[in-house]
């Protein structure tokens, strides 16, 4: 499947290949905290979040979702989200914590659920 | 110092003990995850997530800020803000990852950084 699930002049909204369901939103141009993003920006990452916050819960039952922004290695706006399971990997830590076991986790319905993200995101331009 | 910074109805803003400046956000209301929370909590946790940011930049200059909110131990709403520096201890891993080194960040402002918060926070009351 094709990473980047939707885009538009602000955002770009793209798969991060993982174990478990995880998702980037990047802003388009080159700014380096939230804080500095225009107010149409922050508002279209918050509402891109919540879609896919809404989705991942709805289509997935995750343990927890995960929300994170840091960029220390990339100073550029970005947001990843995550769908957790209990038996991922590294739950209850971070993805970017201790690995906790060797997990198996197979999620049945991941392209209904991507198709589902990219219907959501296209409708918010209509 | 007191480690809550500001409360009202919605949220509970506090400080974690760490060797860098990192405050976290609390909704409240007993909920489990930030999309099931009502449009005035999340925006009220938006505004308070950007004033605390811009504080973080203006006065103590970091290298980036990191923002994250999991509750995969702790399933209730809530994010954490950090004001990251080259030289922490975790640099350029989040603090939830593989510890990089020993170190002895020294933030001289902190005890007005923390006043301009609560001051600031208190404000958006008036």
New interface residues.
């Given amino acids: 499947m094709e990473n980047i699930l939707y885009q538009n002049d602000l955002v770009k909204v793209e798969i991060e290949p993982f174990e478990i369901p995880w998702i980037k939103i990047f802003a388009k141009e080159q700014i380096?905290?939230?804080?500095m993003c225009s107010s149409d920006l922050?508002g279209k990452i918050?509402q891109i979040?919540?879609i896919i916050?809404?989705i991942m819960?709805q289509e997935l039952n995750p343990?927890?979702?995960?929300?994170?922004?840091?960029?220390?290695?990339v100073?550029q706006v970005h947001f990843h989200i995550q769908a957790?399971f209990e038996k991922d990997s590294y739950?209850?830590?971070?993805t970017?914590?201790?690995k906790q076991r060797d997990s198996n986790i197979d999620i049945k319905n991941l392209d209904s659920f991507y198709d589902k993200i990219k219907k959501n995101l296209e409708a918010i331009d209509e």
Avoid: V
């Fill in positions: 380096k905290e939230f804080s922050k918050w979040l919540d916050e809404k819960l343990t927890k979702i995960n929300i994170a922004s840091f960029g220390n290695y100073p957790r739950f209850p830590e971070p970017w914590g201790k």
